[in-house]
């Protein structure tokens, strides 16, 4: 029997702000309909200005005059690493939440809250081997120190397509770090953020170091750009909103980490094992439907095996299980909501009225009380179709065959973005160059989508500012502060 089901009534949801919970200072709420079932499965507080300006203030408050701040890393360590056993505890409830609320597959689900356990204990650990510097070579009258300093209140501002693991990847940094935070999730995905602020209470995370507001983002997330009290902002979204972000940030010059969108190729060379490449290109294309930020959606195929490599690669793509997200057999459950198919599906057919041919999908499919899209596989693709210029965030990949490598690096980089790439060849001097030359914040050499908490991720290009994850995700969130300090008498310069 599934233990997972649509809940009777809509699960309900408070935000948290300076400890308490709260339904804000308008009252209203919102729903979220599961876009795979079109069932109401959660609500919380449609919040406005006034709550994102507490929420700010807690966090000022907790980061200016609060313990955390000045808590030794070890012991911020140990309440990180307890937040991470009670994500841990509760990861089939959070996976149901998030399987509900983003019609992402439950196995998925609940692998990806596994997935961020993994990132809240090594940014955990990273706690404790953030440190400085020390400059002993300056002569016997001068030592100089390098500090690193928690940069202060950082506003969060995540997506719908990984909600909980995108927040996995900043949020512990930034507590790691020292840093208090106003998070802002997406409008139609709070749910699991709004859980996980049960579980820093019950860690002991001191009131006000994490905040988090619900609602629209020009209303609630506006008010976080616009602040001159939150010192960095983390926004991970479109390029649209990234550049919100920009435009704000002139009035206030905060530091800004943007996690931007992507087109990202796949690059498959004739001697690549095309067995292997083409589970690969159909695993990155498809997963999550297409919803996520580093897949692949343009296929660079060298063209001696072009349509050999193409028709190998349709038959794995039809036997991908798209259904019911709460079917632990489902592959690909349904896309985020009715709008995204229809643009998803939009971009199909202006790709097909602008020449390009449908190997496979091209419709929606599956029971239509869901938004489910059918993945598709598109040849004859002209270089200025937008399906090869735009991000689609779907499950859908265009086909452009090169005959050299030259030409498979300049259509590999003629992208707006540059977020990743996948490079499939046997040739290890082939995949290093073309590594060293594809302009992408992460390149998969024979592989796709392999992510760990050490390595950092970020883009090149329009697909944003900074790095998070790594040892370099704490280190985003400090400022560097160096000070002289002179050990002798000074020589005076006026005698
Ligand atoms: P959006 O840019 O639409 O939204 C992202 C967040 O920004 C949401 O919380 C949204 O709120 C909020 N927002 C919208 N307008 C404002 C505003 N004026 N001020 C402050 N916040 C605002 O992106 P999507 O949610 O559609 O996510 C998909 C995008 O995210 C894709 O482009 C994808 O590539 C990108 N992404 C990038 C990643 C990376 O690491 N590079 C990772 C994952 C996704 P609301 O929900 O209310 O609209």
């Known amino acids: 029997m599934n233990p997972f089901s649509l ?3 809509p699960r309900r949801f408070q935000m948290y702000i300076g400890g308490q919970f709260t339904d804000g200072a308008s009252g209203q709420l919102m729903t979220r309909h599961s876009p795979g079932h079109g069932a109401a499965v959660a609500q919380w507080p449609s919040g406005v200005g006034e709550d994102a300006q507490a929420a700010i203030a807690a966090a000022r408050e907790a980061f200016d005059n609060g313990p955390w701040p000045s808590l030794s890393a070890g012991a911020r360590a140990a309440r990180l690493f307890k937040v991470a056993d009670l994500i841990e505890r509760h990861a089939q409830e959070l996976g149901l939440i998030e399987c509900l609320e983003t019609g992402k597959p439950i196995t998925q689900a609940i692998g990806e809250i596994r997935g961020a356990v993994d990132v809240w204990r090594f940014a955990a650990g990273a706690a404790r081997v953030m440190r400085g510097e020390a400059y002993n070579n300056l002569g016997d009258r001068v030592l100089a120190i390098v500090l690193r300093e ?18 996995a990847e900043r949020l512990p940094f930034i507590l790691a770090a020292g840093c208090t935070a106003v998070v802002k999730p997406s409008e139609a995905t709070s749910g699991s953020t709004l859980k996980l602020c049960a579980l820093l209470h019950a860690a002991g995370i001191p009131p006000g170091v994490v905040n988090v507001v619900t609602g629209r983002g020009p209303v ?14 983390s926004v991970t979204g479109s390029t649209t909103t990234g550049r919100k972000a920009i435009e704000a940030s002139a009035g206030n010059i905060k530091k800004l980490g943007l996690e931007l969108g992507g087109k990202n190729p796949h690059i498959v060379f004739a001697d690549a094992d095309l067995d292997d490449a083409a589970d690969g290109v159909a695993f990155g294309m498809a997963f999550n ?17 072009a349509e050999a490599f193409t028709a190998k ?16 057999q489902t592959q690909v459950g349904a896309l985020f ?4 198919m229809h643009k998803v599906l939009g971009y199909v057919q202006e790709g097909v009225r602008m020449g390009a041919h449908v190997v496979c999908g091209g419709a929606r499919t599956g029971d239509h009380a ?16 937008p399906l090869l210029r735009e991000e689609i965030f779907g499950p859908v990949l265009a086909v452009v065959p090169f005959d050299g490598y030259e030409e498979a690096i300049t259509i590999a980089n003629d992208s707006a973005f540059g977020l990743a790439a996948s490079i499939w060849t046997k040739d290890l001097s082939q995949a290093l160059r073309a590594t060293r030359q594809v302009r992408a914040g992460r390149v998969w050499v024979n592989t796709t989508l392999d992510n760990g908490p050490e390595t950092p991720l970020g883009g090149m290009k329009q697909s944003g500012l900074g790095r998070e994850a790594g040892l370099s995700g704490i280190e985003e969130y400090t400022e560097v502060k160096t ?12 005698a």
């Open 313 to 328: 690669l349709a038959q794995k793509i039809r036997r991908i299980r798209v259904g019911d997200p709460l079917d632990a």
């Open 370 to 385: 869901g938004y489910f899209v059918q993945p598709t596989l598109l040849t004859n693709v002209r270089p200025a179709t």
């Open 220 to 233: 609630v997330g506006q008010p976080l750009l616009d602040s001159d009290r939150i010192d960095m902002l």
């Open 150 to 167: 928690p940069i202060g209140v950082v506003g969060v501002i995540t997506p719908w397509n990984f909600p909980f693991f995108i927040l």
């Open 289 to 305: 439907a297409g919803q996520c930020c580093v897949g692949g959606s343009r296929l660079v195929v060298q063209r001696s095996i």
């Open 337 to 340: 909501d009715e709008a995204h």
């Open 483 to 494: 000070a002289h300090i002179h050990l002798q008498a000074r020589t005076h310069w006026i």
């Open 7 to 9: 809940p009777a009534a």
